[in-house]
């Protein structure tokens, strides 16, 4: 066990050599706006100012995005007692006020927040990226569902009854006021320069379908009749009612001829992995594509080991993981 000092507060944590220092200060209480949990999204930079710690995963992909001195808490374990500043949020992004302007339940776990930025305040993003929630005492992760040409915020936040979440989500009423900070992510649409006819797949699971909805409506919205290339969506939901944006998917459907969406459930109780062979990814589907991965850091590991099956190559699939480790996953 070792013990992990922060500074300039002198608060300490113990550590099991175990656990990554992420794992260690959230077990002992530390609320920290973490959200991939995996070294892709950069967010859970810390100075490590005494100590040792060694990689938890091999380069992690968000490695370039820190500075000279920092580490990724996610990513990192601890080998000798450590003494870090943690470094998120401020300076790198402003808090922003936001009065929120919508609740509405989409299922029986996840909520749509929309929120209103003040008129003055700048606030530009890329489709797929995300925003930090100060909401009370909690701080949270989520990837803004709206098209980046409204600007105002559009939040899907999966809650679990009776948790810190839901009973905050429960005294928020239209006129309060939250606080988010951001954007931030290495996740977002990337045009292709130079290809008119451009093939994406779009993976979500859950929530994932947030960053899903915005590069959607971006490119329908945006580019319209002069996008030329081709889009698929694979959702994957444990029932029905959590596939909670049909309405909008199947007008897209109908209206634009270059998409094409397709819904898969699972039973949450049987033991079937994140994406099967009878699954609508098929070698065919996938060929030439770019592929965009959104969901629990489980699915999104055994989706990525399918795609790299199927023949895709490393530069065509681009990952958002978040929520349980992506080690423990199963590899269909």
């Not at 920290?32 to 380069?59: K, T, W």
């Not at 001195?69 to 601890?78: D, F, K, M, S």
Request: glycine share 10%; with cysteine; proline share 10%.
């Amino acid at each position: 066990m070792f013990d992990i000092t922060l500074q300039p507060s002198g608060e300490r944590y113990l550590a099991s050599a175990s656990d990554t220092i992420l794992q260690a200060l959230e077990q002992g209480g530390l609320e920290f706006p973490a959200f991939c949990r995996h070294g892709h999204c950069g967010l859970c930079r810390a100075e490590l100012l005494a100590g040792m710690c060694a990689p938890d995963v091999d380069e992690p992909p968000a490695q370039g995005l820190i500075g000279p001195g920092e580490i990724l808490i996610c990513a990192r374990h601890p080998v000798a007692d450590l003494v870090l500043r943690l470094d998120w949020g401020p300076g790198r992004a402003p808090a922003i006020p936001a009065r929120v302007v919508g609740i509405t339940r989409l299922s029986r776990e996840i909520y749509r927040l929309e929120l209103r930025l003040p008129i003055v305040q700048p606030f530009t993003f890329a489709p797929g990226q995300f925003v930090l929630l100060r909401l009370k005492n909690l701080v949270r992760a989520y990837a803004l569902a709206n098209a980046p040409h409204e600007r105002n915020p559009e939040l899907h936040v999966h809650t679990s009854p009776g948790g810190q979440l839901e009973t905050a989500l429960a005294g928020l009423e239209v006129g309060h006021l939250v606080t988010i900070e951001g954007p931030f992510g290495q996740f977002y649409y990337r045009p292709e320069a130079g290809v008119q006819e451009c093939r994406i797949l779009l993976l979500a699971q859950g929530t994932g379908y947030a960053p899903m909805r915005s590069i959607l409506r971006h490119l329908s919205e945006t580019l319209g009749g002069s996008f030329s290339g081709r889009v698929e969506l694979v959702w994957e939901a444990p029932a029905v009612e959590a596939l909670y944006d049909e309405i909008l998917l199947r007008r897209l459907e109908a209206e634009w001829e270059w998409f094409q969406y397709h819904p898969v459930v699972r039973d949450p109780d049987r033991a079937r992995p994140p994406l099967s062979p009878e699954d609508p990814l098929t070698p065919a589907r996938v060929a030439g594509a770019i592929c965009y991965l959104a969901g629990p850091g489980i699915w999104v590991s055994a989706a990525h080991a399918r795609l790299r099956a199927l023949g895709v190559p490393e530069k065509a699939i681009y990952r958002e993981p978040f929520g349980p480790d992506v080690r423990s996953a199963s590899v269909p």
